[in-house]
């Protein structure tokens, strides 16, 4: 299918196939100087062009629900190969929840400098980013990038200027609400709203219906690559639905054929869950398959991330895992926001290691900027940090603290500083989800789980047969990457902190000798406590307001054929109008939504 730009309203690259074979009367010396020369060339005329960017992110992914972080229940054969030959993120951190994580990539400020902090965006709610915030797409765009958005976006559509087209984006081909059904692409939102949620750029893509929506992305994000004209480079932000739960009535699904693969995994939530990320990892094969066939792969930049941690034991009507860390997505514990993440490129030195540099989400974008030849130092008002050197070079990180999160309204927040986190309130849906939720994924007795299969389940993946042809020797370490990858904890001691829901009597945790968070320190580090309590003060300083709205009527989709649009830039329909009428002596009505009989 051909990609249509968007139409808003109002030859020289070096072959990627570095690989030779070495023929019998070679030696094999002066085999290993050849291919070190050829793979030399490939890194001078690569490093002197800018790099295509791709930004692969996950949705709901918990920490535990990649195999190089060490679980060998459900197998991520592709992610794990770009981890294996790229650099591991283990100290990097998202935000809490959907909305805030995606406005940090894209602007490279902290929520509570967009007014993005407070939840996520409801598909009837009329707000959305800022448009006074330039996004990451029309950054690189000034620096020659043509840019697609695949996928998720959860930004605000309420008026057209909120959706990709108007945000920076050449194309846009996905939907707008915080999740739609694998199958049907509806998406059904409080407070009983639903409607059909795809669209190819501002058009509704009623073309595409039934296909699984991982596919769908899939197809879409490589036919990006196939048709890109390599004379300009390349920015693809593919967001997945992957793995966030459907509509309620139906949360988890993948194919039949796929989900048979894992009956060994008795709890069928967990089962249909893993035929999900089955599903995703086979994207982000194809994705590097796609760009090692135009000849794109060996100059590249390639960011995998979750947008928070995972939804586990069946919040959010999900069964990710976030496993030994303590919490799920929507809390400030490390479960809710040490995220799964890596980067690969061949611009990187000394590929396939593990990075424990801090890192944050918001540093994406000026590390990006460095990527493609920009000038971070010229972005203002930014919180991020250009991390380009640190990451493809193993420098010291500059990041040496960052915000986790503050949220007024739910008197909830949290903060590292080196070593240290201070946090109170941490979990806004109830405190029975401040605990430790499996599963481990390191018990299964199955074949399919040896270490061994999976391993070579890696190596003969779509990706990594990709990344051979630059890489002919990656993938020789796989078992120390991934040991170190791995988060060790002791099992949960009988003592460990229970609760941290006073902001009087907050919790202090040692990150780095204490990951699972069980042992409040605040008593015994009180200078500590106050160093970062002060910290966390100059912070909510400059938190601005939220900027979410009440769910307006307006929204409803019955009202707009059965699809969420951008319904203020409409004069509503016939029917809305009739049932407003009736309406009319409601004072409460208008005042809050405002009298558009007109």
């Known amino acids: 299918m051909y990609v249509k730009e968007c139409r808003c309203k109002s030859k020289s690259h070096l072959s990627g ?65 770009l981890a294996y030959s790229g650099v591991i993120l283990k100290n990097y951190y ?34 959305g980013l800022s448009l006074s915030e330039t996004l990451l797409p029309e950054r690189l765009k000034t620096l020659g990038y043509v840019t697609h958005h695949v996928g998720k976006w959860h930004l605000g559509f309420f008026k057209q200027d909120y959706t990709p087209c108007f945000r920076g984006f050449n194309s846009h081909f996905g939907y707008w609400t915080g999740r739609i059904d694998y199958n049907d692409y509806t998406s059904f939102e409080h407070p009983g709203f639903w409607g059909y949620d795809m669209r190819r750029n501002m058009d509704v893509a009623s073309d595409v219906y039934g296909k699984y929506a991982t596919d769908l992305f899939t197809e879409e994000a490589v036919n990006v690559i196939k048709q890109h004209n390599k004379s300009q480079p390349l920015f693809l932000y593919l967001a997945h639905l992957a793995v966030h739960s459907g ?40 994705v590097v398959e796609a760009l090692r066939a135009n000849q794109m792969l060996h100059n590249s930049v390639i960011l995998f991330s979750t947008d928070n941690g995972g939804p586990a034991a069946g919040f959010n009507q999900n069964a990710a895992s976030n496993w030994p860390l303590r919490g799920v997505k929507a809390s400030v514990w490390e479960g809710g926001v040490r995220g799964a993440g890596l980067l690969w490129s061949p611009h990187i030195v000394n590929p396939g290691r593990v990075s424990h540099q801090m890192i ?67 979990q806004a849906f ?56 791995e988060v060790h904890c002791e099992p949960v001691p009988k003592n460990a902190t229970l609760s941290c829901n006073s902001q009087e009597h907050p919790c202090l945790f040692h990150i780095p000798s204490d990951p699972c968070e069980y042992h409040n320190l605040a008593t015994a580090y009180p200078l500590h406590v106050n160093v970062l309590r002060a910290k966390l003060k100059l912070y909510n300083a400059t938190v601005v307001p939220p900027r979410n709205k009440p769910w307006d009527p307006k929204a409803n989709p019955k009202y707009w054929g059965y699809s969420w649009t951008n319904w203020l830039d409409y004069s509503p329909p016939p029917t809305l109008r009739a049932q407003i009428n009736e309406l009319s002596d409601s004072f409460d009505f208008y005042d809050l939504y405002g009298d558009f009989r007109n």
Request: negative net charge.
């Open 17 to 81: 196939d570095v690989s030779i074979r070495c023929s019998v009367t070679m030696s094999a010396f002066l085999c290993r100087l050849t291919v070190a020369l050829l793979l030399v060339a490939t890194y001078v005329t690569a490093h002197n062009q800018q790099p295509n960017i791709i930004i692969i992110l996950a949705d709901d992914l918990g920490f535990n629900d990649v195999g190089y972080h060490g679980s060998t229940q459900i197998p991520s054969p592709n992610i794990d190969a």
């Open 94 to 127: 998202v935000q809490p929840i959907c909305t805030p994580s995606r406005s940090a990539l894209l602007t490279g400020k902290h929520p509570i400098h967009t007014g993005m902090y407070h939840y996520t965006i409801g598909g009837a709610q009329p707000y």
């Open 247 to 286: 509509n309620p009535y139906a949360p988890l699904q993948a194919p039949a054929d796929v989900v048979a693969n894992f009956t060994y995994i008795k709890d069928e939530n967990r089962r249909k869950f893993a035929g999900m990320i089955w599903k995703l990892d086979e994207s982000v094969g194809q």
């Open 360 to 426: 944050h989400i918001t540093d994406w974008l000026p590390t990006l900027i460095s990527a493609a030849g920009g000038d971070p130092s010229s972005l203002e008002s930014i919180d991020g940090l250009d991390l380009w050197e640190t990451l493809t070079q193993d420098h010291p990180s500059p990041r040496t603290e960052f915000l986790v999160n503050i949220d007024p309204k739910l008197n909830s927040a949290a903060i590292r500083i080196g070593d240290w986190k201070l946090l109170y309130n941490p």
């Open 430 to 485: 109830g405190h029975h989800w401040d605990f430790w939720f499996g599963p481990s994924g390191r018990n299964e007795t199955a074949p399919e789980t040896q270490l061994d299969v999976i391993l070579e389940q890696v190596e003969n993946s779509l990706a990594a047969k990709a990344i051979k042809t630059i890489y002919p020797e990656a993938f020789t370490d796989m078992k120390s990457l991934r040991l170190q990858s």
